[in-house]
């Protein structure tokens, strides 16, 4: 029993990470229509930027505010500079560009920083909260900060009128250009807060992984499969995604034996067709009908 | 969105036209006999480390063709090659390693196995369109080396330490080194491989694979068989890219999980944006791409190879999305209609 709520909390707690990745992903996908293969990588990016702002000795916290405000920006100028010439044309040239940006984001982060994996601090103490034997207080912290954005992104979509602008902008792009929203600054604003979410991923992710510049590419298949068990059309559905796919994928790899550690990403993959094949819009999803 | 992408279509449309007409003109015949010619005296004219680089080119062409059987003709997207490739150059070396047959004979097998593994995963990815099919590939091909490195496999597989093979030698006591001699083993299947891609999408299945690409339904209406012919072209898709890596293997001498990346399945893309989507020569030209680029970018930094293939694939977006193929194509209509209008 106490390795099971142990196992749990653990799962729980990459559980929140990959929420995070599936909270970024449904955001791209809400605002463009798009799954974004480069959202990963972009994480990764922001971690290194949030672990040089550490070793020119930046506290914690303002890093952490530091990194999302530039991954923002980051993400806008991407969209505007890079994303805008192929968007619309066919889904093969996006994904194109999408493989092309992870691709040079890897090598540069590599480039820059060295492929050594480098320890990333956590901004949790190290003893467990209460004195409890299940779980550490950074796993805690992670499911708060995941949980904490949620109700961020809930809020801003429900109560902002960006967020309402950004909804209009998505679910009906020309009547939302004739009520007066620039829908392709819209469009830059999605990617903004998606490569921001994403940095957050990134900087719970890195005191547990370690900080490499391949370290992101198993999470974002998690958060994908995360967002497909949700719905990729519901962010809160997404999040419940990530955290039940982080807890699945735990007690699988504890408990059935030919799976263990080693075949986990082969369950991602089982997971995430299976979501695909029997349950298109996933759990908590609406059903997209498409006019032919 | 619809509007735009079926602009894109229409003009890959016209080049697999154009690429794929039912019978060569003139001057496409002597650009084969041309090309053949070179590649016949290649190996005579450098050396033999060049040699097994162009042996590499032969067997990447093969794979980028592989793909572009399916996205360019087709129009299924994988990002899932790399798994493919994997799993021919593992029966390869299994098969030579472990039972000592004659490399040879891993080709058909590699291919009939990859036939089958391809129209297997062709089934679920039926219901899948676009977007959702390159993210199901791309689970898979990320989902490769961790489960090539599986205990329980690690009497064939040789897990992380992978398999070494030994490289064949020339038969008939022909006096040409190995690199030579399986260069023009790897030419040979190459051209036989091409011609067979030619002669299956230059007629009624060619013509059937555009339809579906252009637009399933009518294709559907039109009383053509959607699944069977979606699963299939993933299939023989599959066999292309598995006897690549048979050949890959075999040229190599060498197998390990760590070969077979995601990145793998992005070189596999590139080669195949950067020769030409829906273009058979194109394909030659992506296998040049994926050997050399690197070695050119590593002159700068061992990190910028992919630096390097990311920013072509972008550029080669923008600027030239029918890949070098299609602007060679384009150059010589245009030469050829001045030449007409004075």
Same mark, same amino acid.
């Given at each position: 029993?106490?390795?099971?709520?142990?196992?749990?909390?653990?799962g729980l707690a990459f559980g929140g990470v990959y929420a995070?990745?599936?909270?970024?992903? $449904?955001?791209?996908? &809400?605002?463009?229509?798009?799954?974004?293969?480069?959202?990963?990588?972009?994480?990764?990016?922001?971690?290194?930027?949030?672990?040089?702002?550490?070793?020119?000795?930046?506290?914690?916290? @303002?890093?952490?505010?530091?990194?999302?405000?530039?991954?923002?920006?980051?993400?806008?100028?991407?969209?505007?500079?890079?994303?805008?010439?192929?968007?619309?044309?066919?889904?093969?040239?996006?994904?194109?560009?999408?493989?092309?940006?992870?691709?040079?984001?890897?090598?540069?982060?590599?480039?820059? @920083?060295?492929?050594?994996?480098?320890?990333?601090?956590?901004?949790?103490?190290?003893?467990?909260?209460?004195?409890? #034997?299940? $779980?550490?207080?950074?796993?805690?912290?992670?499911?708060?900060?995941?949980?904490?954005?949620?109700?961020?992104?809930?809020?801003?979509?429900?109560?902002?009128?960006?967020?309402?602008?950004?909804?209009?902008?998505?679910?009906?792009?020309?009547?939302?250009?004739?009520?007066?929203?620039?829908?392709? @600054?819209?469009?830059?604003?999605?990617?903004?807060? *998606?490569?921001?979410?994403?940095?957050?991923?990134?900087?719970?992710?890195?005191?547990?992984?370690?900080?490499?510049?391949?370290?992101?590419?198993?999470?974002?298949?998690?958060?994908?499969?995360?967002?497909?068990?949700?719905?990729?059309?519901?962010?809160?559905?997404?999040?419940?995604?990530?955290?039940?796919?982080?807890?699945?994928?735990?007690?699988?790899?504890?408990?059935?034996?030919?799976?263990?550690?080693?075949?986990?990403?082969?369950?991602?993959?089982?997971?995430?067709?299976?979501?695909?094949?029997?349950?298109?819009?996933?759990?908590?999803?609406?059903?997209?009908?498409?006019?032919? | 969105?619809?509007?735009?992408?079926?602009?894109?279509?229409?003009?890959?449309?016209?080049?697999?036209?154009?690429?794929?007409?039912?019978?060569?003109?003139?001057?496409?015949?002597?650009?084969?006999?041309?090309?053949?010619?070179?590649?016949?005296?290649?190996?005579?004219?450098?050396?033999?480390?060049?040699?097994? &680089?162009?042996?590499?080119?032969? $067997?990447?062409?093969?794979?980028?063709?592989?793909?572009?059987?399916?996205?360019?003709?087709?129009?299924?997207?994988?990002?899932?090659?790399?798994?493919?490739?994997?799993i021919g150059a593992y029966t390869a070396a299994i098969m030579?390693?472990?039972?000592?047959?004659?490399?040879? @004979?891993?080709?058909?097998?590699?291919?009939?196995?990859?036939?089958?593994?391809?129209?297997?995963?062709?089934?679920?990815?039926?219901?899948?369109?676009?977007?959702?099919?390159?993210?199901?590939?791309?689970?898979?091909?990320?989902?490769?080396?961790?489960?090539? #490195?599986?205990?329980?496999?690690? #009497?064939?597989?040789?897990?992380?330490?992978?398999?070494?093979?030994?490289?064949?030698?020339?038969?008939?006591?022909?006096?040409?080194?190995?690199?030579?001699?399986?260069?023009?083993?790897?030419?040979?299947?190459?051209?036989?491989?091409?011609?067979?891609?030619?002669?299956?999408?230059?007629?009624?299945?060619?013509?059937?694979?555009? %339809?579906?690409?252009?637009?399933?339904?009518?294709?559907?209406?039109?009383?053509?068989?959607?699944?069977?012919?979606?699963?299939?072209?993933?299939?023989?898709?599959?066999?292309?890219?598995?006897?690549?890596?048979?050949?890959?293997?075999?040229?190599?001498?060498?197998? %390990?999980?760590?070969?077979?990346?995601?990145?793998?399945?992005?070189?596999?893309?590139?080669?195949?944006v950067i020769g030409g989507i829906g273009s058979i020569p194109?394909?030659?030209?992506?296998?040049? $791409?994926?050997?050399?680029?690197?070695?050119?970018?590593?002159?700068?930094?061992?990190? *910028?190879?992919?630096?390097?293939?990311?920013?072509?694939?972008?550029?080669?977006?923008?600027?030239?999305?029918?890949?070098?193929?299609?602007?060679?194509?384009?150059?010589?209509?245009?030469?050829?209609?001045?030449?007409?209008?004075?």
């Amino acid at each position: 029993m106490e390795l099971f709520l142990q196992q749990t909390f653990s799962g729980l707690a990459f559980g929140g990470v990959y929420a995070c990745m599936a909270l970024a992903v $449904v955001m791209i996908y &809400q605002a463009t229509d798009h799954l974004n293969f480069a959202q990963g990588e972009m994480a990764m990016f922001s971690t290194y930027i949030a672990y040089t702002l550490i070793t020119w000795g930046v506290p914690y916290w @303002w890093t952490f505010l530091l990194a999302m405000a530039i991954s923002f920006v980051g993400g806008v100028l991407i969209e505007r500079v890079i994303v805008r010439p192929v968007e619309g044309t066919s889904v093969l040239n996006e994904v194109i560009v999408f493989i092309g940006l992870l691709a040079i984001f890897n090598s540069v982060a590599g480039w820059i @920083w060295e492929y050594t994996i480098k320890p990333f601090p956590s901004p949790f103490p190290k003893e467990p909260l209460f004195g409890n #034997k299940f $779980v550490g207080t950074h796993d805690l912290g992670v499911i708060g900060v995941t949980l904490v954005v949620l109700f961020a992104v809930f809020l801003f979509f429900r109560f902002t009128p960006v967020g309402l602008a950004m909804r209009a902008a998505a679910q009906d792009p020309a009547s939302a250009r004739l009520v007066g929203i620039r829908v392709g @600054w819209m469009l830059a604003l999605g990617w903004g807060l *998606a490569a921001a979410i994403g940095a957050v991923a990134g900087m719970l992710v890195a005191p547990i992984v370690f900080l490499e510049p391949n370290m992101m590419g198993s999470i974002l298949l998690y958060g994908f499969a995360g967002a497909l068990l949700g719905g990729i059309t519901n962010p809160a559905g997404a999040v419940f995604g990530g955290f039940a796919v982080g807890v699945l994928e735990t007690l699988v790899g504890a408990y059935v034996p030919f799976i263990g550690s080693e075949l986990k990403l082969s369950f991602a993959l089982v997971l995430i067709v299976a979501v695909l094949v029997f349950r298109p819009s996933g759990l908590f999803g609406f059903v997209v009908v498409k006019r032919v | 969105m619809g509007v735009q992408s079926q602009s894109t279509n229409s003009r890959l449309r016209d080049l697999a036209a154009l690429a794929s007409g039912a019978k060569l003109s003139r001057l496409q015949w002597s650009g084969i006999v041309a090309a053949v010619v070179f590649g016949l005296l290649l190996p005579l004219l450098v050396s033999d480390y060049r040699t097994f &680089q162009f042996t590499l080119v032969l $067997v990447y062409g093969i794979a980028v063709l592989g793909l572009n059987i399916l996205t360019g003709f087709n129009g299924q997207f994988s990002l899932g090659h790399s798994a493919f490739y994997a799993i021919g150059a593992y029966t390869a070396a299994i098969m030579m390693d472990q039972w000592e047959f004659a490399y040879y @004979w891993t080709l058909p097998a590699a291919g009939v196995i990859c036939l089958v593994a391809g129209f297997l995963f062709g089934l679920p990815a039926l219901r899948l369109e676009g977007l959702y099919l390159a993210l199901a590939t791309f689970a898979l091909s990320i989902a490769t080396p961790q489960f090539l #490195k599986y205990d329980h496999l690690e #009497k064939w597989t040789g897990g992380v330490q992978g398999v070494t093979i030994i490289k064949p030698d020339a038969p008939f006591g022909l006096q040409i080194s190995q690199d030579n001699w399986l260069y023009y083993f790897t030419f040979v299947v190459m051209l036989l491989l091409f011609f067979c891609a030619w002669n299956l999408l230059r007629g009624r299945t060619g013509r059937a694979l555009k %339809a579906i690409r252009d637009n399933p339904i009518a294709a559907r209406a039109m009383g053509i068989n959607t699944a069977l012919y979606k699963s299939l072209t993933f299939g023989v898709s599959a066999l292309y890219t598995g006897v690549a890596g048979a050949l890959g293997a075999i040229a190599i001498q060498f197998v %390990a999980p760590d070969s077979f990346t995601f990145f793998l399945s992005v070189a596999i893309l590139v080669g195949m944006v950067i020769g030409g989507i829906g273009s058979i020569p194109g394909s030659i030209f992506g296998g040049i $791409v994926i050997v050399f680029i690197p070695n050119l970018a590593e002159k700068i930094s061992q990190a *910028a190879a992919w630096a390097a293939y990311g920013t072509l694939l972008i550029l080669f977006m923008y600027f030239m999305p029918l890949g070098i193929w299609g602007f060679i194509r384009m150059g010589y209509a245009r030469l050829t209609r001045r030449r007409k209008a004075t």
